[in-house]
């Protein structure tokens, strides 16, 4: 009974955080996919029961993809998802230490200590999460958080005793993780500079149209108040009975007329 209450809190601890990182609202259908969660990790544990931590682990991602990335994008839902698992896999490694070198009635402490705390900062920090994960350099930052969850699977996997891999092994994942890393994130870098160097060249050229058309704007003023004068000279030349001057501002107002019009 224990186990099973146990493997649903961890669903529940999974879900209420993914929430809260990517603003997506509850729906009801989302107790189904939480109910699938929950028998994924149960089937896994029955089928692999040495590896059930990273099959599982896994599973549970692999079914968050499918069933988020259509509401919240599919690399937010990923960055998302392992970026709790990151935090749960921690938690695990440093509960292996608290538990073989504190006190009995200490260890009872650690969990709710541990969740208290994740509470607490997600409380405090969702949004900047959330901004870090979605902002303009959005893709570098869900890198990032992918690596990290990669990086603790790892070094999850050897602490295993059901695996136990040499060490050759585990220097050969870390350098085969790195080298992924930096191409995907010198990959995400051009992208970002190249969409950043397009925003720039659109901001230019806005500000460039718009300074177009105020000069455009302020040349049709100037010459809708030139031809005024234009007209009131004539009318005081006309008063002035100077018929030579009407005659020559006449032809060459229609002159300037016929210029704008053309």
Known sequence: MGYYTGTVVLVVIELIPFYAITNVKFKKRDLIFALVIWLGNQLTAQLAPGVSDIVGATVTIALYYCYFYKRIGKLLTVAAITLIRSVLILTYLMSDYVFA?????????????????????????????????????????????????????????????????????????????????????????VQLQKKLLKKQEQRNLKLYLKDLEDSEDHLRKFKHDYLNLLATMRTVAMNNHDQELVQELAQYTEKQINNENS
């Not at 893709?139 to 891999?165: F, G, H, S, T």
């Not at 993780?177 to 010198?186: A, G, P, R």
């Open 101 to 189: 070198y504190l006190p009995v009635f200490l260890t009872f402490l650690f969990y709710p200590v541990i969740f208290t705390i994740f509470y607490l900062v997600l409380k405090k920090w969702r949004i900047q999460i959330h901004r870090f994960l979605t902002d303009e350099n959005h893709r570098i930052a869900d890198w990032l958080v992918v690596y990290l969850y990669v990086c603790a699977l790892i070094v999850n996997i050897m602490q295993m005793p059901e695996i136990k891999p040499p060490a050759e092994i585990f220097w050969i994942l870390i350098m085969g993780v790195q080298s992924i890393f930096l191409i995907v994130m010198y990959i995400a870098s």
